[in-house]
């Protein structure tokens, strides 16, 4: 009885492969970068959020400006139909307090509007200051996400020509395995990152379910592998 030795050398690149390929996704650059972007997309949402409120605020201060441009208006006209009513010998006084009355009511309307005028400036200020902010951290956030992007660019490409030398490793050494036993390789490779593995204490060492005797004597053949039951991967004996 003996490993399957071509079976587990192609194996040991394809674990290779799959180191690297995870180092590739753990960088720091790359773990970074994976952060920003994250942040980058809640900012841009937060400032799609933050233009819409601005944008209602600006279309209130609007009107809010008309109604007191329409206000000081009739306030004028009112101010110098009261001159004109006051030098009327026949304004009878009854007349003049009731219109006395009337220009004093819109001056009130004058001061609401203006106070209202006041916060809605002062809420939009405020609400632009914040869009600058939220958008200055951003654009500062998208500086440092190019850069890294860079980084991590070039980090893959390094990778890459490691992946394809170990690629054309694996072509190399498929050769040597017999293509019954390399497709049931290909087929518990889809389950398992590791999927030859040897037995231990009549066990499977992947999912330590414990192996029938028949099984077991299947395995003392030369180079034999058979399937694990239980989780499907291919077992070994590990004797030499
Ligand atoms: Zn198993």
Avoid: W
Avoid at 192 to 219: E, F, M, Q, Y
């Amino acid at each position: 009885m003996s490993k399957p030795i071509a079976l587990l050398a192609y194996q040991n690149v394809d674990l290779e492969k799959q180191q690297v390929e995870s180092n590739l996704r753990t960088t720091e650059a790359r773990v970074r970068l994976n952060k920003l972007s994250k942040l980058l997309k809640t900012q841009q949402a937060t400032l799609t959020k933050l233009a819409d409120d601005l944008e209602v605020v600006a279309a209130t201060a609007q009107k809010l400006n008309q109604q007191y441009q329409a206000a000081v208006k009739r306030l004028e006209l009112e101010s110098s139909e009261l001159e004109i009513l006051e030098g009327d010998e026949e304004t009878t006084a009854e007349e003049m307090t009731e219109f006395r009355q009337d220009v004093e009511k819109l001056g009130k309307e004058l001061g609401a509007i203006e106070k209202q005028l006041k916060q809605t400036y002062a809420s939009l200020e405020q609400q632009v200051a914040e869009f600058q902010k939220t958008r200055q951290i951003g654009s500062k956030a998208k500086k440092e996400y190019d850069q890294l992007r860079e980084v991590c660019t070039k980090e893959k490409e390094d990778a890459q020509k490691a992946l394809n030398a170990l690629d054309l490793e694996m072509t190399r050494l498929e050769r040597d395995v017999d293509p019954r036993l390399m497709a049931r390789y290909k087929r518990a490779r889809m389950h398992h990152g590791t999927p030859v593995v040897p037995v231990r204490d009549a066990k499977c060492s992947g999912c330590n379910v414990g192996l029938p005797t028949l099984a077991l004597s299947r395995l003392l053949g030369e180079g034999a592998v058979i399937e694990c039951e239980n989780c499907g991967r291919l077992l070994y004996i590990d004797r030499d």
